[in-house]
Nanobody, 114 residues
């Protein structure tokens, strides 16, 4: 099982990034997918989630209207489009798959700073 995130980096406040997570080793289309993040000294928190078929999404209040989660079951990929980024969005972002059990990716660093 592998979840490989990409797309992180350094961006100025107000900028955008698109994170991607490619899954392998399990039946992706059965799993709900989520993005979590963890900032230094803070607990890991849920950012956004999407159901297995993509019909329903959920967002943390802090990112509503700025972030969009999507998935492509044909490509075993889940993405997080992040717009209007703020310094408080700085964190390591993790991809998470949940069905009968959960799987975590290794994380990708997002830094929002001028």
């Amino acid at each position: 099982v592998q979840l490989v995130e990409s797309g992180g980096g350094l961006v100025q406040p107000g900028g955008s990034l698109r994170l991607s997570c490619v899954a392998s080793g399990f039946t992706f289309r059965f799993y709900s997918m989520s993005w979590y993040r963890q900032a230094p000294g803070k607990e890991r928190e849920l950012v956004a989630s999407i159901t297995s078929g993509g019909g329903s999404t959920n967002y943390a209040d802090s990112v509503k209207g700025r972030f969009t989660i999507s998935r492509d079951n044909a490509k075993n990929t889940v993405s997080l489009q992040m717009n209007s980024l703020k310094p408080e969005d700085t964190a390591v972002y993790y991809c998470y798959a949940q069905y009968t059990r959960g799987y975590w990716g290794q994380g990708t660093q997002v830094t929002v700073s001028s």
